[in-house]
RNA sequence: GGCGGCGUAGCUCAGUUGGUAAGAGCGCUCGACUCAUAAUCGAGAGGUCGGCAGUUCAAGUCUGCCCGCCGCUACCA
C-alpha cells in the first residue's frame, strides 16, 4: 500500500539571500527525501514558502525607503529562482502573506483561544519614540551591566556572552534611530504551553529514532519547565488578532504564524488542485508520516511549540521526526549572508553546475555534527569522488560500447560468475540506500550509491573490455552489457540527489525513464543516446 | 552562568544497545592498467579515539572532573 509522507520544509525568512547552510540544512534534504519518496510511489506532498512577517523586515524596508512588501516580493522571487535552478521538486512554494494562510493561522488562534490556551497578559517593553516603534529586545544595545562591554545587545551580551534583560543595559539606546527608548506597558496573547508540558514530555519520550541532538534538546526544555509565550507583538506587519481587545498597531508573532504555515500551504495546494479536503489526507490521517526539515536552531519550534499548537488545536497529525541538521560552518564559523560568512545561494549557483552543486552539499550534509564546508572542499567532492568515480564511469562504458558495438546495448549472452555478482552487488545498493533514505541518513545513503559505482569501476578493471575487445567479442559484449545494466541500477541510486543528470545518464544508456527503486536494466540492442560527459570539472583557486 | 551537540588518521566525516587486531572517502607512497574528463583498480603507510581519574572480565562507546569548539538560552527568525 502506498505511504502517504508530509514533507514539511522551513520556511526561508524573506530578509535576504538564503546562504549554503539554509541549502544543506533544510532545502536539499528534503527535496532527496521527497524525490526518493514519490520514486517508491508514496504520496508525497512537500511544501513551504517565504516567511513574510516579522521585525527584521520591517526594518529593512524602513531602511531602504520601500514597503515590506517590496523587500518580500524582492526576494521570494530570488528563493523561487533558486529552486527552480536547483530543480526542487515542491508541490507547494507558497507565502505566508495569501489570505489563505491568515484565515488558517486566525482559525487556529481562535480555536487556541476558545479552548482556554492563549490568554492576555500585559509587560514592559521599551518602545523607541523616534521611530515609533517597540523595540524587540535584540534591538536594544547599551553597555553590559556585567563586563562593561559598549555595545551588548539587550538579550545578550556578545563580549561576555550573559543572557541579558534590557533593562538592566546601562545607558540604552535604540539599535534603529540611537533614540533612548522609554518604558511602556502593552498588552498581549499569550501561548499557555504549560498546559502542555506532561503531553509533551509523554510524546517526545515515545519517539523512535529521531537523531540526539534533536531529542535531547527538546527534552531538556521540558525538564527544564516550559515558559508560557508571546504570541502577539507591537508591529504593524503580519497576520491581524481575530479577537479584539488589545487595540490597534498588534499582530500576531511571525512564528506563530510561519509553523501554521504547513497546514495552511497544505490547504492552499489542495484547492489549487480543485480537491479542497484533500490537505485531509495528511493532516487528519493516522497513517500519514510528516516529516519536518530543519535547521538545528528551529527545533524548539518544530518539536516544542508546534506540537503543542496540534495538540490544542485537536485531530491533526504530530510530526513523525524532525530530522533537523547541524550547521554548515566556513573557516569555522556558522554560515550567515548578513555577516558575509560562506556562499549564498545564488553565488554558489553561479559557481557551479546544480547537481554539482546537490552532490557536493549532499556529500557534506551537517547531520551529526556541524560540518566544516569551503569552496575548496566543493571543488574536491566534485573533481575528486563524482567527476573520477561516477562521471567517468558512465562515460568510459559508453565510450567503449559505441566504439565496439555500434552506438547500441550489446547482447550479454550467458553470465558468468563475476558477471552476477556485480549485478548482485548493485541490488544489493539499492536495498542499502533506500534502508538508509528511509531513516533519513542521506549522506550515507549517496555513500552507497558510489561505493556501488566503485564497484562497477572494480569490475572493469578485473575484465579489461578493452583488451578482450581484439580476443574475444562475446565477453566484451557481455562484460560492457552487464556494466551498462549496473549503471542503470545506479541511476536510480542517484536521482534523488541529481535528478538532471541522472537523467541524462538514462538518456545516453537508452533505458526508459525510472519505474520503481530498482534496477530493471537495459534491452540489447537499445541505441545509445548522445554521448557526452555528466559532468565538468571545476577550477579551484588554486589553478 | 545554564542547557544541548561536538572534539576519532593530513583534510571532511562514520562508528547501533560497551565485546573479534579502530573505519570510509579524499590526500600521500608503491604497484597494475591505459577504455575513460591524467580518469580507474589494487596494496600500503598514517590514529596514546581532547586530557585525567573511575566502573567493568572488556570503554571511542558508561560515570565524574577538566580543556577546547559550535549553537541555544524562550522578544532574531
Not at 25 to 54: E, N
Not at 172 to 184: C, I, N, Q, V, Y
Not at 447 to 468: C, I
Request: hydrophobic share 40%; net charge negative; aromatic share 10%.
Amino acid at each position: 500500500m502506498s505511504r502517504t509522507i508530509l514533507v514539511a520544509v522551513a520556511w526561508p525568512y524573506a530578509s535576504g539571500s538564503r546562504h549554503l547552510g539554509h541549502l544543506a540544512g533544510a532545502y536539499l534534504p528534503s527535496d532527496i527525501f521527497a524525490r526518493y519518496h514519490r520514486m517508491i510511489g508514496s504520496r508525497v506532498l512537500m511544501v513551504s514558502g517565504s516567511d513574510v512577517h516579522g521585525t527584521p523586515i520591517t526594518v529593512r524596508a524602513d531602511q531602504e525607503g520601500v514597503s515590506p512588501q517590496e523587500i518580500v516580493d524582492r526576494y521570494h522571487a530570488e528563493f523561487v529562482s533558486n529552486w527552480d535552478d536547483l530543480n526542487m521538486q515542491w508541490d507547494l512554494f507558497t507565502t505566508t502573506g495569501t489570505e489563505n494562510h491568515h484565515a488558517v493561522t486566525q482559525d487556529v488562534f481562535m480555536r487556541l483561544y476558545e479552548k482556554g490556551h492563549i490568554d492576555k497578559r500585559s509587560s514592559e517593553q521599551f518602545y523607541d519614540p523616534e521611530a515609533q516603534r517597540f523595540l524587540p529586545d535584540r534591538y536594544v544595545e547599551g553597555t553590559c551591566p556585567h563586563c562593561g562591554y559598549k555595545d551588548a545587545r539587550g538579550d545578550q551580551c556578545d563580549n561576555c556572552g550573559r543572557t541579558l534583560d534590557p533593562i538592566d543595559l546601562i545607558e540604552p539606546r535604540s539599535k534603529l534611530s540611537g533614540a533612548t527608548p522609554e518604558l511602556r506597558t502593552t498588552e498581549h496573547f499569550y501561548l499557555r504551553l504549560t498546559d502542555f508540558e506532561e503531553q509533551l514530555g509523554e510524546w517526545l519520550r515515545g519517539r523512535k529514532g529521531w537523531r540526539k541532538h534533536v531529542l535531547n534538546f527538546s527534552l531538556g526544555w521540558i525538564e527544564e519547565g516550559l515558559q508560557d509565550r508571546a504570541i502577539t507583538r507591537d508591529i504593524d506587519w503580519g497576520v491581524d488578532i481575530p479577537v479584539d481587545g488589545l487595540g490597534p498597531g498588534k499582530k500576531i508573532y511571525v512564528w506563530f504564524d510561519a509553523v501554521i504555515g504547513y497546514l495552511s500551504a497544505a490547504k492552499e495546494w489542495a484547492a489549487s488542485q480543485g480537491t479542497p479536503e484533500a490537505w485531509r489526507d495528511w493532516w487528519e490521517n493516522p497513517e500519514a508520516e510528516h516529516y519536518y526539515f530543519i535547521g538545528k536552531d528551529n527545533v524548539p519550534f518544530h518539536a516544542i511549540i508546534w506540537p503543542a499548537m496540534l495538540m490544542g488545536y485537536g485531530g491533526l497529525e504530530l510530526p513523525t521526526d524532525v530530522p533537523a541538521n547541524q550547521y554548515v560552518t566556513f573557516k569555522g564559523g556558522k554560515a550567515s549572508s548578513s555577516r558575509g560568512i560562506g556562499l549564498t545561494i545564488p553565488e554558489a549557483l553561479a559557481a557551479y553546475e546544480p547537481d554539482a552543486l546537490r552532490y557536493a552539499m549532499a556529500a557534506n550534509l551537517p547531520e551529526q555534527s556541524d560540518t566544516e564546508i569551503s569552496e575548496e572542499e566543493i571543488a574536491r567532492r566534485i573533481n575528486e569522488e563524482l567527476v573520477a568515480t561516477w562521471g567517468n564511469l558512465v562515460n568510459r562504458v559508453l565510450s567503449m560500447t559505441a566504439k565496439n558495438f555500434d552506438g547500441a546495448v550489446p547482447d550479454p549472452g550467458p553470465l558468468a560468475a563475476e558477471d552476477e555478482s556485480l549485478l548482485a552487488t548493485i541490488d544489493e545498493t539499492l536495498v542499502t540506500s533506500a534502508q538508509q533514505l528511509e531513516r533519513v541518513e542521506l549522506r550515507a545513503a549517496l555513500r552507497t550509491a558510489m561505493e556501488g559505482a566503485q564497484a562497477v569501476n572494480a569490475y572493469l578493471n578485473a575484465l579489461e573490455p578493452w583488451k578482450t575487445a581484439k580476443t574475444d567479442i562475446e565477453r566484451t559484449a557481455t562484460t560492457l552489457s552487464v556494466a551498462i545494466d549496473a549503471i542503470e541500477g545506479l541511476t536510480v541510486a542517484f536521482s534523488p540527489y541529481m535528478p538532471v543528470t541522472s537523467a541524462a545518464a538514462r538518456q545516453m544508456l537508452g533505458a526508459p525513464e525510472i519505474d520503481g527503486w530498482t534496477r530493471r536494466g537495459v534491452e540489447p540492442a537499445t541505441p545509445l543516446g548522445q554521448i557526452a560527459p555528466l559532468f565538468a570539472k571545476v577550477e579551484t583557486a588554486t589553478d
